[in-house]
């Protein structure tokens, strides 16, 4: 904490995401006519290294796709690296900044998942073992690269896969009808319907885990049940775990702590199922300063 500069010695606090942004290291993934968009990769210490390439788990921060911070994720990264992977947290364009909207969104969501492939030599990972995690319109964004053709930027090389290995999602956007949410986000209501992912509900998706807050007064918790149900009708793999009484954003490491830490041994104990982290009796938190 810092004096203010009237120098009355009030305390203004201190961005405890943005700080552990500045432990990552910035790279630039992709640049458009007026915009350029950063990666921010944290990669495990050398105790901490498997003797073989690293899973990655890449993530999109929450937005109703009008505005958002990339520093959301930080502390989620930080606890990956440390269990052995490599944690990238992704920027993308959204409408305060970028005057842009969910189209966007999901052309930069393919764009950052080919770069991790395009880079994976250097990076020291698995291509894959990708798994993209999201909340809100960020979680709408890597669940359309799952799961629907096309929203591709032209300059991307569509020979690289943009479908993750598998997707954790909190309180995501499924539905953009007028039950759901973003439906006037779109530029028309063809274009909403076209990105609804409970209509594109197909075998062979990516296994997937969704955390949803029954009380969410944003994105209704009635398009995860209903998208989790289809999905399992397909005979695809996808878990869904249900907050009671929770609202909105519930899992941020800034609003609840005890939440935080379910959530994220949640996705821990769903990364070893799949075979993308090895088991760890001592994984956990504990005390809140542990990350």
């Known amino acids: 904490m810092e004096q203010t500069p009237e120098g009355?010695?009030?305390?203004?606090?201190?961005?405890?995401?943005?700080?552990?942004?500045?432990?990552?290291?910035?790279?630039?993934?992709?640049?458009?006519?007026?915009?350029?968009?950063?990666?921010?990769?944290w990669e495990p210490a050398p105790d901490k290294r498997p003797p073989y390439p690293r899973s990655v788990?890449?993530?999109?921060?929450?937005?109703?796709?009008?505005?958002?911070?990339?520093?959301?994720?930080?502390?989620?990264?930080?606890?990956?690296?440390?269990r052995g992977m490599t944690a990238i947290a992704f920027d993308y364009r959204v409408g305060?900044?970028?005057?842009?909207?969910?189209?966007?969104?999901?052309?930069?969501?393919r764009s950052a998942i080919r770069w991790i492939r395009m880079n994976a030599a250097e990076l020291g990972i698995n291509?894959?073992?990708?798994?993209?995690?999201?909340g809100s319109g960020g979680a709408h964004a890597i669940t359309s690269a799952a799961m629907l053709k096309g929203y591709d930027d032209p300059a991307?090389?569509?020979?690289?896969?943009?479908?993750?290995?598998?997707?954790?999602?909190?309180?995501?956007?499924?539905?953009?009808?007028?039950?759901?949410?973003?439906?006037?986000?779109?530029?028309?209501a063809k274009?909403?319907?076209?990105?609804?992912?409970?209509?594109?509900?197909?075998?062979?998706?990516?296994?997937?885990?969704?955390?949803?807050?029954?009380?969410?007064?944003?994105?209704?918790?009635?398009?995860?049940?209903?998208?989790?149900?289809?999905?399992?009708?397909?005979?695809?793999?996808?878990?869904?775990?249900?907050?009671?009484?929770q609202g909105h954003g519930f899992f941020n490491f800034n609003l609840s702590f005890e939440m935080y830490e379910a959530t994220l041994m949640a996705m821990d104990e769903f990364l070893v199922e799949l075979g993308f982290i090895e088991a760890d009796p001592n994984a956990g938190l504990g005390e809140e300063g542990a990350v």
Request: net charge positive; glycine share 8%; charged share 25%.
């Open 156 to 188: 991307d090389d569509l020979s690289i896969s943009a479908v993750p290995n598998a997707l954790v999602l909190f309180n995501p956007v499924l539905d953009t009808s007028k039950h759901g949410f973003g439906l006037e986000r779109f530029p028309d």
């Open 57 to 82: 788990a890449a993530f999109f921060f929450s937005s109703g796709w009008d505005h958002g911070q990339v520093t959301q994720f930080a502390p989620h990264c930080v606890y990956f690296a440390s």
């Open 191 to 245: 274009a909403a319907k076209n990105a609804n992912l409970i209509r594109a509900i197909a075998k062979g998706m990516p296994p997937m885990l969704l955390m949803h807050g029954t009380a969410d007064r944003v994105v209704p918790f009635d398009g995860s049940y209903t998208f989790a149900k289809k999905m399992g009708r397909k005979k695809n793999k996808c878990r869904l775990i249900e907050f009671e009484r």
């Open 8 to 41: 009355h010695g009030r305390l203004t606090p201190i961005d405890r995401n943005r700080e552990l942004l500045k432990s990552a290291r910035e790279e630039t993934y992709k640049v458009g006519g007026d915009f350029a968009l950063s990666a921010y990769v």
């Open 96 to 109: 305060t900044k970028h005057g842009a909207g969910p189209l966007e969104a999901m052309a930069d969501a």
């Open 127 to 134: 291509p894959g073992k990708i798994v993209t995690v999201g």
